[in-house]
């Protein structure tokens, strides 16, 4: 950068500077015209002129010819200063760049505003906000793919908890130490925002979550409070009232509707309330129109309508649910068609029966409540207790090396009301192999045939199958 307040100053510019002209040096067009020959000469990069002096077309076609770059500005002595201030200290030009990051980051409460103020502030830097199973929760997704180690910067975000919860990933285009520095500062500095406004999303969810739990209740009572029950706000003893509440709220209740229950397998340890407000979001993504109300074990909504109907709702759900981001694994549970709010009750009951169901699997799993018939009994019965009465019954039969494989045979033998063909094509074996594990299990100590031990030996067998751990 050269400032120039006389024209033979020009003659003296160093290659590939910005000739910056000072009012006195360019008194007139002619004057700008000769410094841009000059530039031109001593091949400058730029010439950078009073805005007081008009830019002639003349000008501009010499400007062209000569290839020069000109610009006007209203003062050229203060540009030249700042330029110089620029030139002679990065350092102070990155630290003000830091600065009003973090001021406009902090003013941002959404985690999608917080990365654009970064890729709008910060030159040739895209930075992305990607969680733990590469998801891409803000910024384009495009701006994901790997990097050259040099020009990428990682920096984790903790969640509310203080455990990892997502990843800045900034593509630099340069990556020199000091900017990849300065990049990973500002990045430092975006993590509190982004922390305090995932905590405020998931406050607002689980806020929301209980409103909607308190009205499902009062819904499915029929606006009858129960003694133990605190005092709800916003809903009232009467059954109008709380109907009322959840149309404003904007839940169908006209119209046929079917219940879907979700609930974690039996297997699974977790806090419902913990993983409420990311499974409510992971739900949302699937079904941006359907509420997903919390229960004591589980959470469920309903799906209304003509296109309600249990089997196809299965299968969309078996498949919405098989790429979703839900941490766990679900056992889902669908009711029978019913219409009204007196149908929704029934409806919901039903498919927490058939999510109890569901749930005693070792894998995710959708039961329809209208395939299982009696067995939805077997749901509210205590497995594990039974289970263990079992082991002392058929002592003889768990000692033995295949225990797992006889008691299925007996289970579905049983299942079958004694039919060895039907449970040898059910267990996919050949009927004499069927034949064989009975003998066995009648050196056991274990008659199938005793009629009054086939229903002691069922649930026997239904508590063990249903308990075995997964392999």
Known sequence: MSLISDLAQARRCAPSTALVVHPAAAPGVWALESALRFAW?????????????????STRQLAERL???LFTVGDPAELALELAATI??????????????????????RPQDIVAVINNEVPGVRVVLVAP??????????DSRPADDSR???????????????????????GSPPWVQTVETILRVAR??????????????AHQASKDRLLLEALLR???P???????????????????????????????????????????????????PGLIAAWQELFPHLPLIPRPRGWVTWFTGETAEPALLGDLIRRRLIGARIPIPMATGIGQPATGIKGLRQSVAEADLAAEVASRGNESSVELYGELGPRVVLARLPLEEIAEAALVLLADLAADPRTDVLVETLGVLLDCAGSTGQAASRLGVHRNTVLGRIERIRACGVDPDAPEQRLALHVACYALRSTRPSK
């Open 133 to 142: 199973d590469g998801h891409v929760l803000a910024g384009k997704a495009a």
């Open 152 to 174: 990428q910067v990682r920096v984790p975000v903790p969640g509310p908890d203080g455990r990892p919860w997502a990843e800045l990933v900034a593509h630099l285009s340069a």
């Open 67 to 69: 290839r020069v770059p």
């Open 41 to 57: 000469e001593r091949n400058a990069s730029c010439v950078v002129a009073p805005s007081e002096i008009t830019i002639t077309d």
């Open 226 to 276: 129960e003694p133990e029950d605190p005092p709800t706000p916003h809903i009232m003893a009467g059954p109008v009232n709380a109907e009322q509440i959840a149309r404003e709220t904007g839940w169908h209740l006209d119209g046929s509707h079917v219940a879907v229950s979700l609930r974690p397998l039996e297997r699974e340890t977790c806090e419902l309330d913990a993983i409420t």
């Open 88 to 109: 002679a200290d990065t350092e102070a030009v990155r630290c003000r760049l830091t600065a009003r990051c973090a001021v406009l980051l902090g003013e941002r409460h």
């Open 192 to 205: 509190a925002p982004l922390t305090a406004a995932i905590a405020h999303a998931q406050l607002s969810v």
């Open 222 to 224: 029929g606006g009858e």
